[in-house]
Nanobody
Framework: VQLVESGGGPVQPGGSLRLSCTAS????????MSWYRQAPGKERELVAS????????NYADSVKGRFTISRDNERKTVYLQMNSLKPEDTAAYYC????????????WGQGTQVTVSS
């Protein structure tokens, strides 16, 4: 199983980025997908999640109204559209896949760095 993130990079405050995570080696529609992030010296935190069918989403309070998670089950890809970025959004962003029938079966991507700075 592989989860490969892309789309990170430097951006100015107020800017936008779209992260992508493409899965291989698993039946994508059987997995709820999430984005986590971890800033230096801080614990990893859940940013957003989306159900296996894409009909239910959840967001951390800190990103509500600014970030949007979506998925394309045909492309086996989950996205995180990030708008109105703030310096405090700077972190490594990780893709996470959780098997809908057994939570102990899960996978992580390698992470992509987002740096928000002027």
């Amino acid at each position: 199983v592989q989860l490969v993130e892309s789309g990170g990079g430097p951006v100015q405050p107020g800017g936008s980025l779209r992260l992508s995570c493409t899965a291989s080696g698993l039946t994508f529609i059987d997995y709820a997908m999430s984005w986590y992030r971890q800033a230096p010296g801080k614990e990893r935190e859940l940013v957003a999640s989306i159900s296996h069918g894409g009909d239910s989403t959840n967001y951390a309070d800190s990103v509500k109204g600014r970030f949007t998670i979506s998925r394309d089950n045909e492309r086996k890809t989950v996205y995180l559209q990030m708008n109105s970025l703030k310096p405090e959004d700077t972190a490594a962003y990780y893709c996470y896949a959780g098997f809908r029938f057994r939570l102990s079966i899960n996978y992580w991507g390698q992470g992509t760095q987002v740096t928000v700075s002027s």
